[in-house]
């Protein structure tokens, strides 16, 4: 029988399929098909075995195959084992954290929780978790995969990957997935005794908190750092002046400070036109305002600290000269 080839995927006439609709399934879950989709779109239980016999698909899971000529990503690869697991599962814990956009290692496991207890599961290379919290167990999609939502996978990164719940929190925080208060509420709602996840969220909220006020991105955390390590004045984060709300203001003192982005040349023109005009009221009203970006204050923190310093020094000598130092 001839084989015909259309948009990268097997168009197989002797399997008795309209594949345009097998292709719309596929599209939609990371170019997987399921052996109970296939029969939903016309394909025989005998049909499915040749397919993967003569190759046209190929199996990952039992009753889960890859469409031939799609492409092999970890987001595939963890769709696959969802699916497989079967009703109720949904991508955890470090494979959820890869979803919602969190940095991961390639060498991550895969991780599937199921909603319900009293099931079970096993597939190769993957890590099948049956939880005894079941609060926040509806999954949402993301990326087209079932999921456990923001607040839940936050709880459950901690119990495997405790190092990276940090980093975490700070991408949901600063991408506005989840408020830190909504992360409290979270912390608050799963703690119990045994719970090993939540603990490493508390203190990555910790983390992400500054005088008890959220942080609006990692420059903010930085520049704080900059400021204990080189026994800086102290400061006010999300200071109230001239009708602005600044990130840092020296206690005491006419000068606020203001995190840019990574570089100042990667600002729009409009980005520049709006800071430059708010930089004018604030020396206008008399302050002094002082910008940094990651960059420096991550490359050159020494370099930086001593440019801060020097602007103490002219606008507010009295802070370094007998007194006040940041001791929180």
């Keep these: 029988m001839e084989r015909r080839f259309r948009s990268g995927s097997l168009i197989a006439p002797r399997v008795g399929v309209e594949l345009r609709t097998f292709d719309e399934y596929a599209r939609q879950h990371h170019g997987l098909i399921t052996r109970d989709a296939a029969i939903r779109c016309g394909m025989s239980?005998?049909?499915?075995?040749?397919?993967?016999?003569?190759?046209?698909?190929a199996p990952i899971y039992a009753g889960v195959a890859r469409l031939y000529g799609t492409p092999v990503t970890r987001e595939q690869t963890i769709a696959a084992a969802v699916l497989a697991a079967g009703p109720g599962a949904m991508a955890s814990h470090r494979s959820a954290a890869l979803l919602w956009g969190v940095p991961r290692p390639d060498a991550d496991p895969i991780d599937v929780m199921l909603s319900n207890r009293a099931r079970e599961a096993t597939l190769p290379g993957v890590i099948v978790h049956r939880p005894r919290d079941r609060k926040d167990l509806s999954p949402v999609l993301r990326r087209n995969v079932r999921c456990s939502n923001v607040l839940r996978f936050l709880c459950d990164l901690g119990a495997v990957d405790e190092p990276t719940v940090s980093l975490a929190v700070g991408h949901v925080v600063t991408t506005g997935l989840a408020s830190p208060a909504a992360l409290r509420l979270a912390v608050d709602v799963h703690a119990r005794r045994g719970r090993h996840g939540v603990p490493a969220l508390r203190r990555a909220l910790d983390d992400w908190v500054i005088d008890?006020?959220?942080?609006d991105s990692v420059l903010e955390k930085a520049m704080q750092r900059l400021i204990q390590a080189h026994g800086l004045p102290a400061v006010e984060f999300h200071a109230k002046v001239a009708g602005f709300e600044v990130d840092f203001r020296i206690i005491d003192a006419p000068i606020v400070l203001e995190c840019d982005g990574w570089e100042h040349h990667a600002k729009t023109p409009a980005q520049q036109t709006r800071d430059a005009a708010r930089d004018s009221e604030l020396v206008a009203a008399g302050l002094v305002p002082v910008r940094f970006t990651y960059r420096q204050i991550t490359r050159h923190p020494v370099r930086e600290a001593d440019r801060l310093r020097r602007i103490v020094m002219r606008w507010a000598p009295h802070l370094l000269l007998g007194g006040t130092r940041l001791d929180r």
């Design 212 to 215: 008890g006020k959220p942080v």
């Design 45 to 57: 239980r005998t049909g499915w075995y040749r397919a993967l016999a003569e190759g046209e698909l």
